[in-house]
């Protein structure tokens, strides 16, 4: 490979530490110990007190002041009944209370595919007490890969699967990312969504997924593209650099709704670059 060129490096690693303290955040992806949906009738739940319930419509939550639960956003305490109401995909860090631990466990209230459901945030979860980072391929300066972006005249919606079964998902796909990959000749394309101010997503399949070590990586994985811009030629050029590919949080926590790739996003390569699986538990 030769030199590896330092500043590319430092920009690399600065990515990954950055990367690293994000997830290391209190109550952040690492600390999810719970996925329960809703009922239509007011019912206790396991890891959090209170009965909880849902119309279809809103969440409510009834509690007395011996439960402890108090609103994240005021600190207010919870007594007698409150509601929420979420559009689909949103989620809310709706209320806390006093774990075995001393810790606040926050409580998400989330909406999947129509649904109701919590999930608990809670610091002692051995996952993420045990963190120690999420092991990656050493950096490639060869993954970074030059391509163009070809926008469709409307998004469009496809529907994919989610790491939930029970969960079905949207992807709006504003086009196509097309560009060649290291020691391969053909044309690769991925579909892609928009992110703010005109970012892009990428989630890919590709051969390493699930391989045997030392070239395993998760299931799929995602890569963001800064916003494209416009060539000589009018062209929308892109840069994918796969050493940034990082895993969705269902690599880490068995409680999450990830979207996963749409059929046509899978590369029939090896991409031995960006994150390796983390082991659940530490």
Known sequence: MGTLPAAKVERWQRFRDNRNKALAARHGWLTLTSFQWLENSPAAVELAPGLWSTDGTTAELTAVPADGLSLVESGEPVSGTISAALADEESLMWVQFGGPGGDQVVVELARR??????????????VFTEFAGVPTF?????????????????????????????????????????FRVPGSGHECRLQAEEEKLGALTVTFHDETNGAAPPGQTDDWRKLSLP????????????????????????????????????????????????????????
């Open 138 to 178: 050493d950096y490639n300066p060869d993954w970074e890969v030059p391509g163009r972006f070809e926008p469709y005249p409307e998004p469009v919606d496809v529907p994919i699967a989610t790491a939930n079964p029970l969960v079905d998902g949207i992807h709006r796909t504003v086009g196509e990312v097309v």
């Open 227 to 282: 916003r494209p811009r416009t060539d000589s030629t009018g062209n929308a050029t892109v840069v994918l650099d796969f050493n940034r590919a990082i895993n969705y949080p269902s690599a880490f926590t068995p409680y999450g709704t990830c979207p996963m790739p749409v059929r046509n996003n899978s590369l029939d390569v090896r991409v031995e670059a960006g994150e390796k699986p983390y082991p659940r538990g530490g």
């Open 113 to 126: 595919a129509g649904r109701y459901a919590i999930r608990t945030r809670d610091s002692a979860s051995p």
